[in-house]
């Protein structure tokens, strides 16, 4: 059961991806690109947590969380540039 329920995720996570490289490319603005990359790397994060589990290695959590907080960091960066410069 628990497996089915990976494998759902994996997919879904693999449509999401589509999706949002879909938008990174088409994205008529810069703001639309900044959220594709920011919703692109929570997608990540939940791939490696999946993995984590798969390969029972739970080190790769920890690289999850600090990956999120490189991108929180990153887009906030991003988001002031564009407000009003650095």
């Known amino acids: 059961m628990a497996d089915q329920i990976i494998l ?5 996570i693999l449509i999401s991806i589509g999706i949002i490289l879909i ?3 088409i994205g ?3 703001l639309d690109r900044v959220v594709a990359f920011d919703t ?9 947590v999946i993995l984590a589990h798969l390969l029972e ?4 959590v920890d690289v ?3 990956y999120a907080l ?8 991003v988001a002031r540039y564009y407000e009003r410069g650095l």
């Open 8 to 12: 759902v995720s994996v997919i879904i």
């Open 23 to 25: 938008r990174f490319i």
């Open 28 to 30: 008529p603005s810069i």
């Open 40 to 48: 692109a790397s929570i997608i990540a994060m939940s791939l490696i």
């Open 57 to 60: 290695r739970f080190i790769y």
């Open 64 to 66: 999850a969380l600090v």
């Open 70 to 77: 490189l991108s929180f960091i990153g887009v906030l960066v």
